[in-house]
């Protein structure tokens, strides 16, 4: 029941389903250890000795050899959730990163003319699709900012400003996951989005 006293519609219910289905299935569904693990441990090296890896202390079969490694900030988050929280932390933090990812894209495809229902149901279906890849690993940080910059691209087009969150947002994202080269890629279909409406308008 809303504030005012009145039951909820049918679209707000898509739409609360669409928001708290996922936190729910992150917080029941069990934690894997696979690469999670060697993240909290990587982050608490850092921590203790107060500088990046910069050599493998991990693989025997390369330990001491140079090591880039690049997701260096996400471990450190990992980390100190870890020593907050222990594992039940990085739990809530799952589910605090899934519920972040679910509540821009379904605000970024309101901003974009959908309608409640729809942008829910479409959030829910992009929310199953991408669920196995959806464990605590670096990538789910980065999967965040992925939605964070569509997000401030569809508001920047009424408010030009918000775009220039996307300059700390590549440089937090080069510390995050490999994959921030999709922040340019994004940056590229946008800005082809925007040009072909303002060529073919100016030619009629």
Do not use: C
């Amino acid at each position: 029941m809303s504030s005012d006293g009145r039951l909820p519609t049918l679209a707000e219910a898509w739409q609360a389903t669409a928001l708290l289905l996922p936190v729910a299935v992150a917080l029941a569904v069990p934690l894997s250890a696979v690469d999670l693990a060697y993240a909290v441990r990587a982050g608490q090296l850092m921590l203790a000795e107060g500088q990046v890896l910069r050599t493998d202390p991990f693989t025997f079969t390369a330990g001491g050899d140079p090591w880039l490694n690049q997701q260096w900030l996400a471990q450190i988050v990992f980390a100190l959730i870890h020593e907050a929280g222990g594992w039940p932390g990085l739990v809530v933090l799952r589910a605090v990163l899934v519920g972040l990812t679910v509540a821009l894209l379904l605000d970024t495809l309101r901003r974009a003319g959908l309608d409640r229902r729809l942008a829910a149901i479409l959030t829910l279906g992009a929310f199953l699709l991408a669920a196995p890849a959806l464990a605590l690993r670096a990538q789910l940080l980065a999967v965040v900012l992925f939605s964070l910059t569509n997000w401030a691209l569809t508001v920047g087009r009424r408010k030009p400003a918000v775009r220039w969150l996307l300059v700390p947002l590549a440089a937090l994202w080069a510390n995050v996951h490999g994959t921030f080269p999709l922040l340019l890629g994004t940056l590229a279909v946008a800005w082809l989005a925007e040009l072909v409406p303002a060529v073919s308008a100016g030619r009629s």
